[in-house]
């Protein structure tokens, strides 16, 4: 039977829980132990599919199709193991579900209530597709006191009784802040969150308490005293200069020591952080630095791209580099300015986006891309500006467009309403907007002879998808005349997948997000490629 560990916040939101659960899976996944990480979040939204990346941050999406938090990327990435469907929850998706059973009779003469259908469902989803693995880590989404999370935080004390304490490990992450007014560390904000969740009825068995400067042993025996938890049990996590020192800072606080002898169990092999040591000292140590431009509509906030810095970090990593991310608002960005902002530019790259807003912007700075020979990156939505661009600028067609922004031009671009996914049709909508896409993995076959083939190594690869306009088809044979070819194709050779310039040192659009399967130990290899060749442009 797996152990379920419990990962809850305190005090405020965004401390680390996703980095602190990521963490934790990767210690006891290198001890031996197979582990699986979910989210559970509090919002009512069925997922954060139709939420803007200023209200959520990124849409990280899985193999399987699902559009998910972005914590599931720090899983990914920390683990190794994809997520799916079955590992993000929200208060949405549940009273949708419950809803639903209602309407269909299942709880026929019954009144439905929070306690017990929501939080059955709750502990339904908690449980589920578990019996293979040693270790269930759930991480609860915003923090203990919030009306939201209340139906989470009773389904977990609800859960711990029905299997029992000993299967279950509750982990409470705070903020112990430092003010220096007074030069002090204050432990009451976590005395206070930890009494907020024992009023629930929850006494956390480890304390994890963040902060940005080391806690004195005094402060901890008060915090062991005052919430009632063994002093070894109060693991201390300071601030990190980069996110891949979170497992050595763990690991050195005997943070997944504590967790296997709460659980009364033995390590089965010694823990490897010599990868994590060799990232870290590239990414802190490394001198030589190019810069690489993202240009995009949600540059003002960081989350909105994670796992796009993350994977241009990965592949930076393995070029021996440091590459530092400069963020230009594509709305902003006006013709006259483009030459003095791309000016020290090793490399730009235009990320996946919906609608009309800031298109002007990605279409000029790939234009200055192409024509000046600097190494180019579109995905998604950014290849598609880059067709367009071609279009307009090359072949001379100025009306070119897409119709998911503009009806009366020529639709280089345009809503697919079928396409095909291990052997089945599948039909697509723009009237219902949730979860309606072409999303998860799908095939791509690859040209021979060309450099996505070359970068890949491969002729058949497998990426995520998230949008619902393609390229058009139809137009093939006329931008392979002028030297941009077709290079990444579906298996039945309708949607185009990838394009490159010929006559270019690197200039590649892809439909697909490869940002997704990117990991600090495994860097994409679209991404190290495209580091190289900003590197050799520099």
């Known amino acids: 039977m797996a152990r379920f560990i419990f990962v809850t916040g305190g005090v405020v939101s965004s401390l680390g829980k996703g980095l602190s659960s990521a963490s934790l899976a990767y210690l006891l996944q290198s001890r031996g132990y197979k582990v699986r990480l979910r ?18 941050g990124e849409v990280f999406v899985t193999d399987d199709g699902a559009e998910t938090d972005l914590d599931l990327g720090h899983y990914e990435r920390f683990s190794g193991v994809s997520a799916k469907k079955s590992d ?24 439905v209530q929070v306690i017990p259908h929501i939080t059955d469902r709750i502990k339904e989803f908690i449980k589920k597709d578990s019996f293979k693995e040693d270790f269930v880590i759930c991480e609860i989404g915003g923090i203990v006191g919030d009306i939201e999370s209340l139906p989470f935080v009773e ?20 903020l112990v802040p430092y003010l220096r007014s007074s030069d002090e560390i204050k432990t009451k904000p976590t005395q206070h969150s930890v009494k907020e969740l024992r009023s629930i009825g929850i006494q956390p068995d480890i304390i994890i308490c963040r902060s940005e400067r080391p806690i004195p042993l005094e402060h901890r025996k008060k915090i062991s005293l005052f919430c009632n938890v063994d002093i070894k049990n109060v693991i201390e996590t300071v601030d990190v200069k980069t996110i891949y020192e979170a497992p050595i800072s763990f690991f050195k606080e005997k943070l997944d020591i504590q967790v296997l002898n709460y659980f009364k169990l033995k390590s089965k092999k010694p823990v490897n952080l010599n990868p994590w040591k060799k990232i ?33 970090t990965h592949g930076a990593i393995e070029n021996n580099i440091k590459v530092n991310l400069i963020r230009i608002d594509s709305e902003k960005l006006k013709v006259s300015e483009i030459r003095s902002k791309l000016r020290n ?44 661009e071609f279009a307009r600028n090359k072949l001379n067609i100025k009306k070119a467009t897409s119709s998911e922004f503009d009806k009366k031009g020529i639709p280089f671009v345009g809503l697919i309403n079928e396409w095909i996914k291990d052997g089945k049709i599948i039909k697509g909508t723009d009237k ?29 690869i ?38 490159e310039l010929k006559n270019h040192p690197w200039f ?21 490629s495209f580091i190289k060749a900003s590197k050799n442009h520099k």
């Open 39 to 56: 989210k559970l979040d509090p919002y009512l939204n069925v997922d954060p599919g139709t939420m803007s990346p200023f209200q959520h």
């Open 88 to 111: 993000n929850i929200t208060t949405g998706k549940i009273y949708n579900d419950v809803l639903k059973n209602e309407r269909k009779g299942k709880y026929l003469g019954k009144t």
């Open 155 to 174: 389904a977990i004390r609800q859960f711990a009784n029905d299997i029992g304490k000993k299967n279950t490990l509750f982990i409470h992450l705070t």
């Open 280 to 312: 870290t000292k590239i990414i802190l140590n490394t001198r030589n630095q190019i810069n690489i431009a993202i240009i995009g509509k949600y540059v003002e906030l960081k989350d909105a791209y994670k796992s796009l810095d993350e994977a241009l």
């Open 345 to 388: 530019i090793s490399g730009i790259l235009i990320p996946g986006g919906f609608g009309k807003r800031g298109t002007d912007g990605k279409i000029e700075a790939i234009k200055y891309a192409r024509l000046n020979k600097i190494p180019f990156l579109g995905i998604c939505y950014g290849m598609q500006m880059a067709i367009i």
């Open 432 to 460: 219902d907007l949730g979860g309606t896409m072409r999303l998860g993995s799908y095939e791509a076959r690859l040209k021979e002879n060309s450099i996505i083939k070359k970068i890949y190594g491969k002729n058949i």
């Open 462 to 499: 497998k990426e995520r998808h998230r949008h619902r306009y393609e390229v058009n088809i139809n137009y093939r044979e006329k931008f392979e005349k002028n030297g941009m070819l077709f290079s990444g194709l579906s298996p039945d050779g309708v949607l185009p997948e990838i394009i």
């Open 508 to 528: 590649i659009g892809v439909q697909f997000h490869p940002e997704f399967k990117s990991r600090p130990l495994d860097p994409h290899p679209l991404f190290s």
